[in-house]
């Protein structure tokens, strides 16, 4: 059995949910499944890049960016092979692999303004309590 140290645990599982590929389970959901219903779609994946960002807050910046950097390749991946759009103008003025890499690129950026605010607010929680 294997045992982890403080907060190692934490760190492979934030690595491990890194590496969802959030940009293309959301705009694969978009196409096929909530397009009627998108604002549920979006609370979703914004409620998972919180997770994200809360569960990267012990990880390197190099690490989240390596895993991000991945995902974003891994959703496009998947996008070309997996996603079919209904018509020729659904990921218009951009296409498809830039519409899923812009994607990817706000969500890496909410994963970092959510670890930032979350390292900030665990800063000032041990310099209140001296922790």
């Known amino acids: ?5 403080g907060g190692d645990f934490i760190k492979y599982i934030g690595f491990i949910v890194s590496l969802i590929p959030l ?12 397009s009627d219903r998108m604002p549920i779609l979006f609370l979703g994946t914004m409620l998972l890049v919180i997770l994200v960002g809360l569960l990267s807050t012990k990880l390197k910046f190099l690490y989240i960016v390596l895993a991000h950097s991945i995902n974003i390749i891994v959703s496009i991946v998947l996008g070309t092979q997996l996603i079919i759009p209904p018509n020729s103008s659904w990921f218009n003025p ?10 990817g690129m706000i969500m890496l950026i909410g994963v970092l303004a959510m670890r930032h605010f979350t390292n900030v607010t665990l800063l000032k929680f041990s310099n209140k309590y001296n922790l």
């Open 1 to 5: 059995m294997m045992f982890f140290r």
């Open 23 to 34: 940009p293309f389970l959301f705009h694969y959901g978009e196409i096929y499944h909530f």
């Open 94 to 103: 951009l296409g498809m692999v830039p519409t899923i890499l812009i994607t």
